[in-house]
């Protein structure tokens, strides 16, 4: 069953880009967070999509939440990811499908394509955005303008 708006955000490990075991609780709960699943690294619209984020990492920061990454690409396609355009978040590796899985996230285009969702998670947790849709860009404006009003 897909997490949804209201739902709190389960604890799991993951392994980032460097191969450092990464604890959902080390962030979730304590400051807000955008957690973008994508299908897959150096793709055009996956690479405009992390570049987009990249770009606007500093809106991010400034609203006091993280940004990572999430797609079932190894952790040395990760590291390479993250080196050639720079990214200044956390890339996690979903290999097995675990976190995709235990988030819901959809496949696409008959079941072929691992789905492009962002969530947007409060301080305490709580998913305050679920965006669905394939389209890289237009992720960035939705996850800052949640972000926004919950500072209101």
Do not use: W
Request: hydrophobic letters at 35%; charged letters at 30%; one cysteine or more.
């Amino acid at each position: 069953m897909a997490l949804k708006i209201g739902d709190k955000i389960p604890d799991f490990k993951a392994k980032d880009a460097e191969g450092n075991t990464f604890d959902s609780e080390s962030v979730v709960g304590i400051k807000p967070v955008v957690f973008y699943f994508y299908p897959k690294d150096d793709t055009y619209v996956c690479t405009q999509q992390a570049c987009s984020f990249r770009d606007q990492y500093e809106d991010f920061t400034d609203l006091g939440a993280e940004v990572i990454g999430i797609s079932g690409d190894t952790t040395a396609s990760h590291q390479k990811f993250t080196s050639k355009y720079k990214l200044p978040f956390t890339l996690l590796s979903d290999a097995n499908k675990k976190i995709r899985n235990l988030f819901g996230v959809p496949t696409v285009l008959f079941g072929l394509l691992p789905g492009r969702v962002t969530y947007v998670v409060d301080e305490k947790g709580i998913i305050r955005l679920q965006f669905d849709n394939l389209s890289g860009k237009i992720h960035i404006e939705k996850a800052l303008d949640t972000l926004r009003k919950m500072k209101k």
